[in-house]
């Protein structure tokens, strides 16, 4: 993919150059041009230019002789294209023109024809709306298959013991099963909203022409349904400077981003030494070139690290459009890198992440000393003060945290303390209470929808093979 067939076709004049007397200057041909970039719309932008062809045909704008042309000649492009056989000029700004250009070398005059009754606005318009619809339908694939795993891992691990946090304090037991279907959810709204703006931005705004429509009698239906849109958008000059579906793409995949960073946070924490609840694979690890030791989740803080890049494509959109005044602007020319860049990093990020969770092994012994520290089981202890001695919750908390008070000050577990300790405390208290204070027995006994029982993540992680699945 060169520019070294500039010289032959590379004359921008003859694309909009009939009234200027001098070629663009270096730096504004370098300003302008989106080739470098846009060249990765050429399917779609083929793919809309076949639509248009046979839809002038069909209206008798064009002949079905100068059809037959253009569409064999868009063919041979693609093929082009495809094979690496295709030269890409800068001079020729971008993709529209690039394709057009060469057209017009293959068949000659007919190519010409092909720009009636639309404009590239309509045409970049429609190009990445349709990039945009396939990207969803990739990532889509690549959240599933991200969600297969951790269901998966969810169920094998659907009664492992792990500690539960809030404020990074180890709050109450929970199973590992439970702390990955919550990323399931997460996972499952992020599809929910790429969903939205997929079916939000399914319009064509082909035809829209350059702002205003056009005084050819078109039929936009007819364009729409060939390229698989719900119907032709509304408004002319919004179909032309709307790039809601490009906002809505980074923010869903700004949001995702975020998910995928919390969860490379844990992975980061998990794999730690300190933790080491779990063992990332081999493949997904890194050593380090001085300490030997090492075992570093790179792979991990990369997704952390590359949500910033998504996050940042957002912000550069919502900046490039704030106050843009109707209709396009060459502003708008530079949605392509941020989208492009999100969508390539949110679906390496997943199947980094996906690689991660299968090939990530749980280390059940660690989770469980884990929860043996840090009185993990004190609101059983409360709640069976409130259930069983018909204490108000207010009241249980301070017994509760007396006893805890208690046994810091022995060094002991709440198990450890003997039942004259308790009563110490709160003379009711009875030897049953140490049914709840072991932690198998508080997570069994957290069985209300949506808690962390683990019948209930057995029954959690059935459900959602089949919702997400
Ligand atoms: N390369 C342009 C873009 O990406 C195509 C539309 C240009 N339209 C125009 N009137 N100059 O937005």
């Known amino acids: ?101 060469r057209l017009a070398e293959l068949i000659g005059d007919a190519a010409g024809r092909l720009h009636t009754a639309r404009s590239r606005n309509d045409q970049v318009a429609t190009d990445l709306k349709l990039w945009v619809r396939d990207s969803i339908d990739g990532l889509d694939s690549e959240f599933r298959r991200l969600q297969a795993a951790m269901i998966d891992m969810a169920e094998q691990h659907a009664a492992t013991i792990m500690p539960g946090f809030t404020h990074m304090q180890a709050a109450q037991p929970v199973t590992f099963g439970h702390h990955l279907l919550a990323y399931v959810e997460m996972l499952g709204r992020d599809r929910g909203r790429l969903a939205d703006c997929r079916a939000r931005a399914n319009q064509s705004p082909l035809g829209a ?47 995702a981003g975020i998910h995928l960073s919390r969860l490379a946070e844990e992975i980061v924490i998990w794999a730690s030494a300190q933790f080491g609840f779990i063992r990332l694979s081999d493949g997904f690890s890194t050593g380090s070139s001085i300490m030997p030791q090492k075992r570093n989740p790179d792979a991990a803080e990369l997704v952390r690290g590359k949500v910033g890049r998504i996050v940042g494509s957002l912000n550069t959109m919502l900046v490039v459009m704030k106050a843009l005044p109707m209709t396009y602007g060459k502003d708008m020319q530079e949605d392509k890198e941020p989208v492009f860049d999100a969508v390539d990093t949110l679906g390496l990020c997943l199947a980094a992440m996906r690689g991660m969770i299968e090939g990530m092994e749980a280390n059940e012994e660690k989770m469980q000393d884990a929860v043996s520290s840090g009185f993990i089981t004190a609101t059983d ?69 949506g808690g962390t029982s683990p019948e209930n993540v057995k029954a959690a992680a059935i459900a959602a093979r089949k919702r997400f699945l």
């Not at 050429?42 to 059809?67: N, P, R, V």
């Not at 303390?417 to 006994?445: H, P």
């Open 381 to 449: 202890l409360a709640d069976w003060l409130v259930r069983t001695l018909d204490l108000p919750f207010r009241n249980a908390h301070h017994v509760t945290g007396e006893l805890v008070k208690l046994a810091e000050g022995r060094g002991l577990g709440l198990e450890d303390l003997s039942l004259k300790d308790m009563q110490s405390v709160e003379e009711a208290i009875t030897e049953d209470v140490f049914s709840v204070l072991g932690v198998e027995n508080s997570v069994a006994s957290r069985t209300s929808f």
């Open 1 to 101: 993919m060169t520019d070294e067939n500039t010289k032959s076709r590379g004359n921008t004049s003859t694309m909009w150059g009939g009234r200027f007397n001098v070629g663009p200057d270096a730096v504004m041909e370098a300003i302008n041009a989106s080739i470098g970039f846009d060249q990765r719309l050429y399917a779609q932008d083929i793919q809309g230019s076949k639509a248009h062809a046979a839809m002038l045909t069909a209206c008798h704008i064009i002949s079905a002789e100068d059809e037959a042309q253009i569409q064999q000649g868009l063919d041979t492009i693609l093929a082009e294209i495809e094979t690496g056989d295709f030269a890409f000029s800068t001079a020729l700004e971008d993709i529209h023109m690039n394709v057009e250009s």
């Open 209 to 255: 022409a350059a702002l205003a429509g056009t005084s050819f009698a078109i039929d936009r239906n007819m364009t729409a349904t060939a390229m698989g849109f719900d119907g032709p958008a509304t408004n002319s000059m919004d179909a032309v400077s709307d790039r809601d579906f490009v906002l809505e793409l980074l923010s869903a995949s700004a949001i």
